[in-house]
C-alpha cells in the first residue's frame, strides 16, 4: 500500500523518477511508453463498449443494461489506472536496473472480460426467449 | 540493462548526424511511438463520439449538454497531450522519455470520461 501510495506521488513528479539510478536506452523507455498507450487503448475501447451497452441495448432491462455497462466502465477505469501505475514501476525498475515488475492484472482483466462476455450472451439468448 | 548499452551509443551518434540516411533509428522507435498516441487518439475520438451520442440522446436538456461539454474538453486535453508528444518524437535527436505528468493527464481525461459516462447511465 505505501509502495502504490509512492507510485501515486511519481505520477505527478517527473524530477523525482530522473533523480534515480541511470537514464536507460532511449529505445526501452518508448517500448514501455508504447506498453502503456496500448493499455490507455483497452481502457478506452471498455469505455467505450460501456456507452455501447447503454446507447444500443435499449430494450434491456435498465438493471441488467446499467450493470453491463458500470462494468465495462470500472474495468476501463481501472484499466487506465493500472496503466499509468505500471508504466511508472516499469521506468523506475529500468532504472535502477531492477527486474521489471510482474503482474497479475492481465489475467484479471481477460476473467473479467469474459464473464462480461458471457453475460452478455445470456442476456441476448434470454431476450429472444422472452 | 544496466550499463551503457550500444543502442545509446547510437542513439546518442543519431542525434548529432547530418545525413538524413544514417540520422534513422533502424528499428523506427520513435515512429512507432509516434504511430501508437495517433491509434490512441483515434480510440479517444470513438469514445468521446460515443460519449456525445449518448449525451445528447432523447432530446436536448441541461444535463446532456454540460455532459457533451466535459467530454469534449476532456478529448481536447487528451489531444493537446498527444500534440505535444508527438511533436516531441518528430523532432531530431533522440527523444525525451514521456513526462509522468503527461501520462497522468492522458489517462485523468480517460477516467473522467468514464465518470462522465456512469453519470449518463443512471
Known amino acids: 500500500m505505501i509502495d502504490f501510495v509512492r507510485n501515486v506521488q511519481l505520477w505527478f513528479a517527473p524530477q523525482e523518477i530522473s533523480e534515480e539510478g541511470r537514464t536507460p536506452d532511449y529505445r526501452f523507455s518508448l517500448a514501455n511508453e508504447r506498453t502503456f498507450l496500448a493499455w490507455l487503448r483497452t481502457a478506452l475501447a471498455l469505455i467505450g463498449g460501456g456507452f455501447a451497452v447503454d446507447q444500443f441495448l435499449p430494450h434491456l432491462r435498465w438493471?441488467?443494461?446499467?450493470?453491463?455497462?458500470?462494468?465495462l466502465l470500472a474495468?476501463?477505469?481501472l484499466c487506465s489506472l493500472r496503466a499509468v501505475n505500471h508504466w511508472?514501476?516499469?521506468?523506475?525498475?529500468m532504472r535502477r536496473g531492477e527486474d521489471l515488475p510482474v503482474s497479475r492484472f492481465p489475467a484479471l482483466l481477460s476473467i473479467a472480460v469474459a464473464i462480461v462476455a458471457v453475460a452478455m450472451v445470456v442476456v441476448v439468448i434470454a431476450g429472444w426467449a422472452g | 540493462m544496466g550499463g551503457v548499452s550500444p543502442g545509446a551509443d547510437r542513439g546518442a551518434e543519431r542525434g548529432a548526424a547530418t545525413d538524413p540516411a544514417q540520422n534513422r533509428d533502424p528499428g523506427l522507435q520513435p515512429e512507432r511511438t509516434r504511430l501508437a498516441w495517433r491509434r490512441t487518439t483515434l480510440s479517444s475520438t470513438?469514445?468521446?463520439v460515443l460519449?456525445?451520442?449518448?449525451?445528447?440522446?432523447?432530446?436536448?436538456?441541461?444535463q446532456g449538454v454540460v455532459v457533451c461539454a466535459l467530454c469534449c474538453a476532456l478529448w481536447l486535453g487528451f489531444l493537446a497531450v498527444a500534440h505535444?508528444?508527438?511533436?516531441?518524437?518528430?523532432?531530431?535527436?533522440?527523444?525525451?522519455?514521456l513526462a509522468p505528468r503527461h501520462a497522468t493527464t492522458a489517462v485523468l481525461c480517460t477516467v473522467a470520461v468514464a465518470v462522465c459516462a456512469a453519470v449518463l447511465v443512471y
Open chain 1, 63 to 71: 438493471a441488467w443494461r446499467a450493470g453491463l455497462a458500470l462494468a
Open chain 1, 75 to 77: 474495468a476501463g477505469v
Open chain 1, 88 to 93: 511508472v514501476r516499469c521506468e523506475r525498475a
Open chain 2, 46 to 48: 470513438v469514445a468521446a
Open chain 2, 51 to 62: 460519449a456525445m451520442k449518448a449525451s445528447l440522446h432523447g432530446g436536448v436538456h441541461v
Open chain 2, 84 to 97: 505535444l508528444r508527438i511533436r516531441t518524437l518528430t523532432a531530431e535527436g533522440v527523444p525525451p522519455a
